[in-house]
């Protein structure tokens, strides 16, 4: 069967699918794809607010200091134990200057390591997170709220722990001047090995991702490739030594470009290798991002970033 993307909203997933979810989970479908999920005219409005109030910074302007403490480096993620972890250090020696990620936001990839800084640091989250949107009408919600209807009758929520603390809800992303995700996956099952935290319990891991803003050359855009590739041990090899291309190609491997405009939302399975090859335009590309726990036969879903 092709392999092509779920679009461009809620009803024609549904017609293509009974749970549009299992199909993700399964990997029928590279992506699932909601067209002008949130309106142009509020990703700019956000975007403008996030320079106004110093969570990002202007790209015609020279990077201010906080900013490149701040930036978090290419392909850095912790393991559950430091021990076989490389270091954020070494990653940001390996990452070029200009190539600066800010998020906004708690993420557990970045700062899982240190529990209770981790739950600190999303309880900061949601305080910030509720004064940066407007209530009930924010792109956290749509994203709930769209992840709930694909889900059929599942319920969304915050992912929380069992003594009720809450991770951070989503996680706003701006890549400046070129900054890539080369092919990876991501899981806390079976890459970062987090064991220690609930999220850890579910079969499936998906990101929901909705585009604010989008970096162009020309008349080129950074948009997200999507390999038909689940991630298995014998792909580590050539996803450390950066050859994964070449797999690929070898193997025949399809992949799909995820061709993305401000407003839409995409989500996908984030066991299938992907990436987003970075462009050195002058705006940056950010986004609204979460990862998803799902297991067909769990009443609940998860979310967090
Ligand atoms: O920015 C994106 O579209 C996806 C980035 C990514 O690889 C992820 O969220 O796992
Ligand atoms: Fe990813």
Redesign the pocket.
């Known amino acids: 069967m092709s392999w092509k993307i779920l679009e461009p909203d809620i009803e024609s997933a549904l017609a293509g699918f009974e749970r549009p979810l299992d199909a993700l989970a399964g990997g029928e479908v590279p992506a699932i794809v909601l067209r002008g999920a949130f309106p142009l005219s509020e990703c700019r409005g956000l975007v403008e607010r996030l320079i106004a109030d110093g969570h990002l910074y202007d790209s015609r302007e020279a990077v201010p200091e906080k900013f490149l403490s701040d930036a978090v480096p290419e392909g850095f993620f912790s393991r559950e134990t430091a021990e076989e972890s490389r270091g954020v250090e070494y990653y940001r020696q390996q990452t070029r200057q200009e190539h600066i990620r800010i998020d906004i936001g708690t993420s557990l990839g970045y700062r899982g390591e240190d529990r209770e800084a981790f739950f600190d640091h999303s309880r900061q989250t949601r305080e910030l997170f509720s004064q940066l949107f407007d209530k009930g009408r924010d792109p956290v919600s749509l994203i709930y709220g769209r992840l709930q209807e694909l889900s059929v009758d599942k319920k969304v929520e915050t992912a929380r722990e069992s003594d009720g603390r809450l991770y951070g809800p989503a996680i706003l992303?701006a890549?400046y001047g070129g900054y890539a995700?080369a092919p990876?996956f991501?899981s806390v099952r079976l890459r970062e090995k987090r064991s220690g935290y609930a999220v850890h319990s579910f079969e499936h891991q998906f990101?929901g991702?909705l585009?604010l803003q989008n970096t162009s050359v020309g008349d080129r855009t950074a948009q997200?490739i999507i390999h038909r590739c689940p991630w298995e041990p014998e792909v580590d090899p050539c996803l450390e030594a950066g050859t994964f291309h070449d797999y690929a190609a070898e193997k025949g491997i399809e992949q799909v470009e995820?061709v993305?405009e401000p407003g839409d939302l995409?989500f996908f399975n984030?066991r299938m290798i992907?990436?987003?090859p970075g462009l050195a335009g002058v705006d940056p590309?950010i986004?609204l991002?979460t990862?998803i726990g799902y297991s067909a036969d769990r009443e609940e879903i998860f979310v967090w970033s």
Request: proline letters at 0%; glycine letters at 4%.
């Open positions: 992303r890549h995700y990876h991501d990101a991702v585009v997200g995820v993305l995409y984030t992907h990436e987003v590309r986004v991002a990862f």
